[in-house]
DNA sequence: TTAGATGCAAATGTTTTGCAGGGCT
DNA sequence: AGCCCTGCAAAACATTTGCATCTAA
């Protein structure tokens, strides 16, 4: 009994195989859409539909376990593994990788937003986009802001 | 010669009837996505086909014009007037709605970027999620957490 | 005049669903 | 046993594209 059959179990979701290999294959990647997560589990040795992952990720987004999210104005959905603390992520407009990061609100956004809107801030997520440390060496960077900077 | 035909003259864009439209409709209002800039535009005078409406809402957002992102967790893409400064959006869990709203990163974060990953951050992007005015008041918020926390 | 825009319809690609059979609890 | 899960195929959407026809510059 892993880890995540007990996070199932917790959740009221029944252990099967394609719950667990979904959960072990977000826990420890970047987000992924659909495609991706079929992809990855099928590279393991267990097979599941397309559907199937497409259920399950929903699913296990809809009990708290997975963040559902799109990024990187792609207009793809994917699925992230929730991790108790927020994970952030850095996208880079040259190469369009996603780095997850380090960084916080203001320190009393939380009291603001209940002050200044009466709005109960539960969980942010922030996305910031810019140039990769890659990019920014090889020269893409200035390559990017030179072809989209036609003022 | 509004103020939009100005804009488009300067991002070397033609001035159409459905960019200006488009970017009338836009700005003043929150992200919509193409199918309701479509339904917008039609409610107006004009009629603009839905292919229409996706070229130029990706056109004008490659000029810079408009935002295109994503969130709400529907996997829609959505688009938003770029009014100079970034603008954030909080979303009620219960009722779906987005507000725009005024919260900052933590102010060094542009340094800590760069001195943590090399990361050259152009623009963050913060989405609140939690529970509105509203939905707190009726009760919607509650109900909302009754049903998804069982832990 | 000419490159770029538009509308319509068809093509893509993603995500969702219906149904029959199989697997947890 | 009973209900939930899975796979497969079809359906439903969202988004993009090809092409012939207009239009702004």
Redesign the pocket.
């Known amino acids: 009994m892993t880890k995540f059959?007990e996070i199932?179990?917790k959740k009221h979701?029944?252990?099967?195989?394609?719950?667990i290999m979904i959960l072990k294959v977000l826990e420890k990647s970047l987000p992924l859409?659909?495609?991706e997560v079929f992809e990855a589990v099928r590279g393991k040795d267990?097979?599941?539909?397309?559907?199937?992952?497409?259920?399950?990720?929903?699913?296990l987004a809809e009990k708290g376990l997975l963040i559902r999210s799109?990024m990187l104005s792609d207009?793809?959905?994917?699925y992230e593994y929730a991790h108790g603390n927020m994970i952030h992520h850095a996208i880079c407009l040259s190469c369009k990788r996603i780095f997850p990061v380090d960084v916080e609100l203001e320190s009393e956004y939380k009291d603001k937003m209940d002050e200044d809107y009466g709005f109960e801030a539960v969980e942010p997520r922030v996305e910031i986009y810019g140039f990769c440390k890659e990019c920014r060496a090889n020269g893409k960077a200035e390559e990017y802001k030179d072809h989209n900077d036609e003022e």
């Open positions: 059959d199932l179990v979701l029944k252990r099967t195989k394609a719950r859409t659909a495609g267990t097979r599941l539909s397309l559907s199937t992952v497409y259920r399950n990720c929903e699913a799109s207009g793809l959905s994917r």
